[in-house]
């Protein structure tokens, strides 16, 4: 009998120590990219994403422009950076590695984004160089690569606009350029919104209403209907829009005027503690009628989620559907959208 338990109290004992050398086994082949990316003059570059191409593991950098992409297995990888307005960058890292050798990035101005015409707070269109206010623009393909939740979440790439999307998807805090007159209010009923820019849709303001319960973003749903966003922000950019001298955000929509454009994109997971379940569907039809100018498109999206926490109802649910015909001409369009 002594000799069993003997037998069995050093088996016991033996894969203790296994297991605690496979643990530390396991925890020895992971490690930590971290670094930093600034732009071209040396200053940090605020809200850059710095993806893992291998893993698709990603992150953002730091009001100081540094950034940590933790747990990460042994192994050489590529990691792409990219910021909007500049040309994105690839470099290659090795896991693990010296404190001594973080990843240092710097990113060039992209020249060719300068050569884009832009239709928003001008009287007429015009390259961002010849405009005399301050022009970003997102094409859908990054607005792709970003996966906003909701406008204010897009908003947030933009470069000095301050957003505060911790609500979800409306009734989010956004200012341009310091003019925050989101800070007007009280605690007991604080003020929100898009007070001093604009919020527009195809050119015009999704609402001229804004107060503490209301805002633009109630009316306004971002989905793979949109061809890309103009942000111009500062002073003058109200010319084209009233009340607005933080600036003017337009979402432009597909019209199918280019050729076809046909896209079809879901998004599912889990959320909060692991077992609320999010779902998400984007679909985009749109193409020419005829070679006399005109064309179609349609789109919209449906999604389901419960939330952080399950109220006995979802969080959200629903979406919505949009459709356009345009006829374009030598000088101007006409355009039919419900």
């Known amino acids: 009998m002594k000799s069993h338990l003997f037998t069995f109290a050093w088996r016991c004992i033996a894969t203790l120590a296994l297991l605690v050398l496979a643990s530390n086994w396991a925890v020895a082949q992971t490690g930590t990219i971290a670094g930093r990316v600034t732009d071209a003059k040396g200053e940090p570059l605020v809200g850059a994403t710095v993806v ?57 101005d992209d020249t060719k984004s300068l050569d884009e015409v832009i239709v928003t707070g001008v009287f007429d269109q015009r390259t961002k160089m010849e405009s005399s206010v301050a022009i970003t623009t997102l094409n859908a393909r990054q607005i792709e690569r970003l996966v906003p939740q ?56 999704v609402t001229g209403l804004s107060s503490g319960t209301i805002s633009p973003d109630y009316f306004f749903r971002n989905d793979v209907t949109i061809q890309r966003l103009e942000a111009v922000r500062g002073g003058t950019s109200s010319i084209t829009s009233a009340n607005a001298p933080g600036g003017i955000f337009n979402f432009l929509s597909k019209s199918g005027s280019n050729g076809a454009e046909n896209e079809v994109l879901t998004r599912f997971g889990l959320e909060a503690d692991g077992r609320q379940p999010y779902y998400r569907a984007d679909l985009n039809l749109g193409n020419k009628l005829n070679d006399t100018g005109l064309s179609y498109n349609v789109g919209g999206f449906y999604r389901y989620a419960n939330g952080a926490r399950y109220a006995g109802y979802p969080f959200n649910f629903g979406g919505q559907v949009k459709g356009s015909v345009t006829q374009s001409f030598d000088k101007g369009t006409v355009r039919v959208y419900a």
């Open 52 to 108: 893992v191409t291998e893993t698709k593991a990603g992150t953002s950098t730091n009001p100081d422009g540094t950034f940590s992409l933790p747990n990460v297995p042994d192994g050489a990888y590529t990691l792409m950076v990219s910021f909007v307005g500049a040309v994105a960058q690839s470099q290659r890292v090795t896991v693990p590695s010296p404190e001594a050798q973080r990843v240092s990035v710097s990113l060039k």
């Open 150 to 205: 909701s406008a204010a979440d897009l908003l947030r790439n933009v470069p000095g606009v301050y957003v505060n999307s911790a609500l979800g998807e409306v009734k989010n805090t956004v200012y341009s350029r310091g003019v925050s007159a989101n800070s007007v209010g009280s605690l007991a009923s604080p003020a929100n919104g898009y007070y001093y820019v604009s919020l527009q849709e195809d050119g015009l303001p």
